[in-house]
């Protein structure tokens, strides 16, 4: 009985056992085109799945809001220009299939509850393919790079307005489709949204202008030539800059408004606005006329009328070379163009060797780099006839021996004559027994610096044509 019973027992425990391999059996099968328990894809648990349902589900999954069966490429350009190219336009496909495999071949079906125990997570990306011809085309067929949405029959020409002339020009640049095409691929090998949106502002091939306009570009690029001009005068502490901005409003025009050229295709100026300019270089750079203020050798100080010869700009050299420097362009520092030049600037002028008239003292120093080299009293024109001799900044312009002076009513011979300003001169004066003091108030001379004779004969002797004269009361 005993035996019976076990030999039950055991068909049954063989068939349980029998059971089980077959039942474990069919879940391998099972799991043999399916992910088994504990496989986790990007944080989704795949059990159960095969590899088109997990590709479908993942796709759909894979970014929020992004839809992989509609996306499309929309590029904006200049101009406010919009244009989109559609997924299917290019045989767009998102595809986690092959990799989705790769894992599911990795897998032991017979294993399914090892993997059910010990769970793995897997990070699987989309697979984006396209037919990179159809892109290519679909680049090329956009309008900012066939140009159909250019405007048509576009003009080139010169114009102006409150800021001067610029270049009005019509024609487009065209879009450069092999940039475009290569930032689309990187955008498709990046799929973030289901509208990717390119900013192709920058993808623009410059236009070249038609040789119908050549004759409007040259006359463009003058007139930039002559902007870019900046002539800065410099002499001394001096300086004035002349912008070719400035100069552009000097511009002859022509009948139809526009800067006008000459025969051999250089711009033209009103003469009269050159002049007026170099008139204005006179008034900053010239030293003739003005006026200083000296230092007294007794101290403080007097304004005197400028009458030395100095820095004289020589206007008529001075228009062309501006004219020329204008139309050549670029930058340039110079010296101003003189027909004459001085000894310097303010003061500076009068240099460190000078002679010094004080009409008020009846003196006269004579200096030598700066040190009082002789002096000697003096008589000057005849206040109380009107002969005062005038108070001034001027030089010794002619030098002479022996010399008669005449006047309305006299014919008057010197030893030494050394004349300053006018016929008003430095001399001898044998005729007089006394110098200094008072005596040119009503007795003094017809204008001149009268000087005992052994002084004048020592200045004569030192002194130079040229050498500055300062007389004052």
Known sequence: MLNKVLKIVGIVFGSLVLLGIMAYGA?????????????????????????????????RNYIPGVDYSNISLMFEGRDGYSETIKCEDIGLKADMTD???????????????????????????????????ALKEAVDKLKCVDGSGNKKNPVV?????????????????????????????????????????MD?????????????YNDVISLYDKIETLKSAKITFLDDKLKYT???SLAVSWLEKGEDGLPAVDEKGNLIFDESRLEGYTDFLSDVFNTTDGYIDWVKHSGGTVTLKNSMPGYVVDKEAEKEKIKEQLLRGGVLNRRPLYESEGN???????????????????????????QLSMSSDVVTGNLARGNGTPSKLCYVYFKQRNRTLHGRDYATFVNY????????????????????????????????INVPKDFAGRLYEVVEVGTPCIMYY
């Not at 002339?165 to 799929?191: G, W």
């Not at 192709?200 to 119908?212: F, S, W």
């Open 27 to 59: 879940m391998s099968y099972y799991f043999r085109y399916r992910f088994p328990y504990g496989t986790y894809i990007n944080n989704v648990n795949a059990a159960t799945f095969t590899t088109a349902q997990m590709n479908d589900y993942l796709l």
């Open 99 to 133: 990799e989705l495999n790769r894992i599911m071949n990795d897998q032991k079906p017979y294993e399914w509850i090892v993997s059910w125990l010990y769970p793995i997570q897997y990070k699987v990306m989309p697979d984006i393919k396209y037919d990179e011809e």
């Open 157 to 197: 020409e010169l114009k102006s307005d409150d800021k001067g002339y610029y270049l009005y020009d019509e024609i487009e640049d065209r879009a450069d489709a092999d940039r475009i095409f290569e930032i689309a691929k990187t955008a498709l090998d990046n799929i973030d949204r289901s509208v990717i949106e």
């Open 200 to 212: 192709i502002r920058d993808c623009y091939i410059p236009h070249k202008i038609p040789a119908e």
């Open 242 to 244: 002349l912008n070719g």
């Open 344 to 370: 310097g600037r303010g003061n500076d002028r009068v240099g460190k060797t000078y002679i010094e008239v004080d009409m008020g003292e009846q003196k006269l120093y004579y200096y030598v780099d700066g």
């Open 417 to 448: 004559w050394m004349a300053v300003t006018g016929h008003i001169g430095i001399h001898d004066a044998t005729w007089r027994n006394k110098f200094g003091e008072n005596i040119y108030k009503t007795a003094g001379s017809h204008g001149c």
